[in-house]
T-cell receptor, first 114, second 116 residues
């Protein structure tokens, strides 16, 4: 059974700092990995998607890397802003019971202090 | 259009009520999903529909009844719910088929359900 772990569970940083969120997974037989952002009481916003054949993806101040063989991904946020405060979820896409599924980590709650 | 819509945004119901949640997408996706998310927890998969057929039911109680009337719509019928069923219910969609290597799930904003 695929298990996804995110470290740290919570992170508080001053505005302008660069930061790294970590995600690890137990089964390397994955299709892809998605990073999501979730604001309190809201739905999930997809930030980056990395296919299993890729090493990294970039979008603006965000950069996500994937090392499938070691079962790890990182989300790098440059020059953090208060608006980045949210919970960041890592989800691994894989084949389960004949369908494409996601398994989520428990998330990292990020607070960026002005 | 990369949007998944869900209605209603908020729902309050009693334990004897019958209500339905609705989800719609127009991206041509043939896989649709229901998730349940409790506060401070990650989303938990409930059901998966692939080509309008139920392919995964994660041992969800029968008081939750999914329906996929066509390729764009997904419903979740609710009956005789318990207070512990109060949660955010999220709908998602993606291209179906394991042969589709470039897949991605798109999520709706969710329905906040409160059971009294």
């Amino acid at each position: 059974k695929q298990e996804v772990t995110q470290i740290p569970a919570a992170l508080s940083v001053p505005e302008g700092e660069n930061l790294v969120l970590n995600c690890s997974f137990t089964d390397s037989a994955i299709y892809n990995l998605q990073w999501f952002r979730q604001d309190p009481g809201k739905g999930l916003t997809s930030l980056l998607l990395i296919q299993s054949s890729q090493r990294e993806q970039t979008s603006g101040r965000l950069n996500a890397s994937l090392d499938k063989s070691s079962g790890r991904s990182t989300l790098y946020i440059a020059a953090s802003q208060p608006g980045d405060s949210a919970t960041y979820l890592c989800a691994v896409g894989y084949s389960g019971a004949g369908s494409y599924q996601l398994t989520f980590g428990k998330g990292t709650k990020l607070s960026v202090i002005p | 259009d990369t949007e998944v819509t869900q209605t209603p945004k908020h729902l309050v119901m009693g334990m004897t009520n019958k209500k339905s949640l609705k989800c719609e997408q127009h991206m041509g996706h043939r896989a649709m999903y229901w998730y349940k998310q409790k506060a401070k927890k990650p989303p938990e998969l409930m059901f998966v529909y692939s080509y309008e057929k139920l392919s995964i039911n994660e041992s969800v109680p029968s008081r939750f009844s999914p329906e996929c009337p066509n390729s764009s719509l997904l419903n979740l019928h609710l009956h005789a719910l318990q207070p512990e069923d109060s949660a955010l219910y999220l709908c998602a969609s993606s291209r179906a088929g394991l042969a589709v290597t470039y897949n991605e799930q798109f999520f709706g904003p969710g329905t906040r359900l409160t059971v009294l």
